[in-house]
């Protein structure tokens, strides 16, 4: 015991040697390029003199980085996460510039712009080597996590808390946004994502698809998933005809009163009410825990702590400062990605410019970095669960389309992620299980606009006989990450406002999620029927269901209760049509269910509209401006997946399928209760799913997909 005490002591102290050797180098390079650094006095010193001032300097920046940083970053916990990320580099500088004044004689001296340049470099140095001394020795990096494990538990028995901790098995779940089913199978077979084939292979875990409601997109998904109800959601955006107003998912306050309606219809907080964590991700599931969770965003004060594990990633001066440097590598390996395909002429394309380089490596870089560290946290305190959403590739996937290289390089990534937190998990307190789920996938396909030059509410106008502009207006994206960046400059999600009646001309509000699109006409304060459309706009419909990029309609009818429109004159009674029947013939099992469970929320717009979908190539058309899309019917975008551990029950005993959000929520319940887990949120003698006659599950993907390497 005392030698293995010795040589982690040695091995920490040689470690902290090559840094501290690494930091004083650095200074002795940097005061030899910048004219206005130096390490000697004005008279000049020997070499030995300049090198022993660049050690007590790096030795005394290293020190004030460990002991003042993270005060510091805890008195600026409420500064907005993205400037507090810039004043890294200017907190950095402070730092240096104290550090060189405690030199003796004088004989540090650096401007402050200097020493902001100075100080980064240092810290990228001194990150740099020891990730890299990590990296080249497994064992100092166990024996490291061992410590941190050993130190909150420490923490937690001088809080009065048990030294150990809980026999019973956490959960945690990782939500990779927008990664389909067939897309992971493809990426475990090539290697791509190697932790998740190495889990498949080795059968650690189960691999299991699931399909989503009509509306594909993560306030869907995501709410049912933690809070087991998406009861009146029927797309990413839509207008309420009784408030007047406009709900956006990715909007906070919209999340907050999104969230309350599920609580109120379930009974219930959520899946995480019983010490949980929510990271990242656009509902709180009642978690105790919560950093970078948009319906907590709003709220103001000592409430809200949606931004306090921004403290967790940034009281590490070095990993700040690798943080903000990849960030600005990621910027431009953006702008040279979306020049390139330019120059290539790729089709495919959409705009990339803007701030939209910088949104992409918040999603990429810093929401990654931050969440991560979250859940380590997590691990390492032994909390019971832990769900967390990465949206990196969903982000990437909608402007440089789902199966590009860019979005390739992200799963790549995101791969490395699950791997930290496995090795990380292996040294928490308790034992945990990793469940790995999606919330929707994305089907591929340009845009309605760059393929028939007007966008649905040119289309929409004409058909009300309305004048169609001649520029058409950039239609808004509904990329889960720009809502995070919103929330951590405290900037409100903005939508259009309700246009005011003019005469006798009422102009209908047309928005877009992804390739679904809602028609309401505000004047009329109920459910506009078929036949009430037909008096008002009698050539809206049929210009709308014959065009060649919409598959088909929903509108609700006097005579029929709901009638679905296509093309040529279908009209189908909703509660006569089956799957792989008329407008939904190509749309696939399961989409008259979805269309019928939609047309039963008391929000539902008046028109709702479903681009063509090629069932050949899967490509689908978007309303939005994006070349990966979500949230209709069509293609990969409705197969998610679940991958969970083989020691925990099937999703569904006995065989079937997994259909919605509501039923992925009764499943991971079901889980939490297992090993004496949880009762997580209400006992529920009927968790277990029934079986849906004549779809069978399977595991590892279709039949192109499946490979036994995967």
């Known amino acids: 015991m005392a030698a293995g005490r010795w040589r982690r002591a040695a091995s920490t102290a040689w470690r902290s040697l090559t840094v501290w050797a690494a930091s004083t180098l650095t200074m002795l390079i940097m005061a030899g390029i910048l004219p206005d650094f130096q390490l000697q006095s004005d008279t000049g010193d020997s070499a030995s003199r300049i090198a022993t001032t660049a050690a007590l300097g790096a030795g005394a920046f290293g020190l004030l980085s460990a002991l003042v940083w993270p005060l510091l970053v805890r008195a600026l916990l409420l500064v907005p996460a993205l400037v507090l990320g810039l004043a890294v580099f200017f907190l950095n500088g402070a730092l240096l510039l104290f550090a060189l004044h405690l030199i003796p004689d004088n004989r540090g001296e650096v401007s402050p712009e200097t020493a902001v340049v100075v100080a980064a470099v240092m810290s990228a140095v001194a990150s740099a080597t020891g990730g890299a001394l990590a990296v080249r020795d497994d064992d100092a990096y166990r024996r490291r996590l061992y410590r941190l494990a050993d130190r909150r538990r420490r923490a937690a028995v001088g809080q009065g808390a048990a030294a150990a901790g809980p026999p019973t098995p956490g959960t945690v779940f990782l939500q990779l946004d927008g990664v389909g089913h067939e897309l992971l199978c493809r990426a475990a077979r090539d290697d791509v994502m190697p932790t998740v084939g190495r889990w498949l292979r080795d059968g650690q875990h189960r691999l299991t698809p699931w399909r989503t409601d009509w509306s594909s997109q993560t306030g869907a998904s995501q709410l049912g998933i933690l809070h087991g109800s998406n009861h009146d959601v029927p797309a990413f955006r839509w207008y309420e005809k009784d408030t007047g107003e406009i709900q956006v998912s ?299 990029g919409i598959g088909f309609l929903l509108v609700r009818s006097e005579e029929h209760g709901a009638v679905v429109l296509g093309a040529r004159g279908a009209e189908v009674p909703l509660a006569d049509l089956a799957d792989g029947q008329g407008p939904l013939a190509d749309f696939g099992p399961g989409a008259a269910a979805a269309v019928r469970r939609t047309h039963s929320f008391p929000h539902t717009a008046d028109i709702m509209v479903n681009s063509m979908y090629d069932p050949v190539d899967g490509e689908v058309l978007a309303f939005e401006e994006q070349i990966g899309s979500h949230g209709g019917l069509g293609g990969a975008q409705s197969r998610p997946f679940l991958l969970s551990p083989a020691e925990l029950s099937e999703p569904v005993p006995g065989g079937g399928e997994l259909v919605g959000a509501e039923q992925v929520h009764k499943v991971l319940r079901r889980w939490l209760r297992e090993e004496h887990g949880p009762q997580v949120p209400l006992e529920d003698p009927e968790d277990s799913l029934p079986e849906v006659p004549g779809v069978a599950s399977f595991v590892a993907g279709p039949p192109e997909a499946r490979d036994d390497s995967a």
């Open 250 to 548: 990715n909007r906070p306050t919209s999340a907050a009163e999104l969230q309350r309606r599920a609580i109120e219809r379930t009974g219930d907080g959520g899946l995480l009410t019983v010490d949980g964590a929510s990271r990242g991700n656009l509902f709180s599931g009642s978690a105790e825990e919560v950093a970078l969770v948009l319906s907590v965003a709003a709220r103001r004060g000592k409430e809200n702590r949606s931004r306090a594990g921004y403290f967790a990633y940034f009281c590490d001066p070095a990993n700040a400062v690798r943080t903000a440097l990849s960030f600005c590598a990621e910027v431009g390996r953006e702008i040279g990605q979306s020049v390139a395909a330019r120059v290539r002429r790729e089709r495919p394309r959409v705009g990339r410019g803007g701030l939209y380089p910088f949104i992409r490596a918040f999603a990429t870089v810093v929401e990654r970095d931050v969440v991560v560290a979250a859940v380590i946290g997590d691990l390492l305190a032994g909390r019971t669960a832990v769900y967390a959403d990465l949206v990196a590739y969903d982000e990437v996937a909608h402007h440089s389309g789902p199966f590009s290289r860019d979005a390739r390089k992200v799963l790549e990534r995101l791969d490395r992620s699950l791997a930290l937190i496995e090795k990380v998990a292996e040294h928490a307190p308790r034992p945990y299980r990793i469940v790995v789920l999606s919330d929707h996938g994305q089907s591929p396909g340009e845009t309605f606009q760059a393929r028939y030059g007007l966008t649905l509410q040119d289309l929409v106008r004409a058909g009300c006989g309305l004048p169609v502009p001649r520029k058409a207006r950039r239609t808004h994206s509904g990329a889960e990450a720009r809502s995070a960046v919103r929330a951590a400059l405290r900037r409100p999600v903005e939508e259009p406002a309700v246009p005011a009646p003019k005469g006798k001309q009422h102009e209908p509000i047309v928005l877009a999620s992804g390739n679904l699109g809602l028609v309401s006409f505000p004047d009329v304060h109920h459910r506009m029927s078929k036949e009430e459309i037909d008096a008002r706009h009698p050539a809206l419909l049929p210009t709308l269901a014959n065009h060649p």
